[in-house]
Antibody, heavy 121, light 109 residues
């Protein structure tokens, strides 16, 4: 049973960097079959694709976030991470990690439960 | 990149069928057969219901079906049940290797 679990601070100050980690169990990131994805959902709003990473480290980002975004992978710990710099209140959202089982072609078959990150001083 | 266009809400009675549309462009929905649909209940993570336009993951009821014509994809829920009441999001792979979501549709039974 594949499980994903997000972890990280629930409160980040404006202009600082938001950092989250997604721990994967029941599957190996190193298997090379999947893309590991971050998605967010602003309060009461729709979903926004943030970006994904392959086990090799290849990344693909949402162009609207690319200048502030870094997604990385640690295969030894079977986890991947998100860093979003210079955050503002507009970055307040529930952040989900997910597995793209469709080779990066938009088949998010396993999701974490999500973690709320609030940007506030 | 603008979100894919979905109706804000759709409603139906138990046992009826409803269809949710998802309109994009030739750069996303119309250009690739990589449209997915997700169901989200309040406070829960989204759940994959349809991928590659019309494929159902194992365990998803065959009451859910997907299709596409041109730049518009559709999700049909037949035999509507109370448990189907949720938000539904379409998404599409698009050029430049990114993924775009729709604004979401609230289904009321």
């Amino acid at each position: 049973q594949v499980q994903l679990q997000e972890s990280g601070p629930g409160l980040v100050k404006p202009s600082q960097t938001l950092s989250l980690t997604c721990i994967v169990s029941g599957d190996s990131i190193s298997s090379g079959d999947y893309y590991w994805t971050w998605i967010r959902q602003h309060p009461g709003k729709g979903l926004e694709w943030i970006g994904y990473i392959f086990f090799s480290g290849s990344t693909f980002y949402n162009p609207s976030l690319e200048s502030r975004l870094t997604i990385s992978v640690d295969t030894s710990k079977n986890q991947f991470s998100l860093k979003l710099s210079s955050v503002t209140a507009a970055d307040t959202a529930v952040y989900y990690c997910a597995r793209d089982g469709g080779g990066g072609y938009n088949k998010l078959d396993y999701w974490g439960q999500g973690t709320l990150v609030t940007v506030s001083s | 990149q603008s979100a894919l266009t979905q109706p804000a809400s759709v409603s139906g009675s138990p046992g009826q069928s409803i269809t949710i549309s998802c309109t994009g462009t030739s750069s996303d929905v119309g250009g690739y057969n990589y449209v997915s649909w997700y169901q989200q209940h309040p406070g829960k993570a989204p759940k994959l219901m349809i991928y590659d336009v019309s494929n159902r993951p194992s365990g998803v009821s065959n009451r859910f079906s997907g299709s596409k014509s041109g730049n518009t994809a559709s999700l049909t829920i037949s035999g509507l049940q109370a448990e189907d009441e949720a938000d539904y999001y379409c998404s599409s792979y698009m050029s430049s290797t990114t993924v775009l979501f729709g604004g979401g549709t609230k289904v009321t039974v």
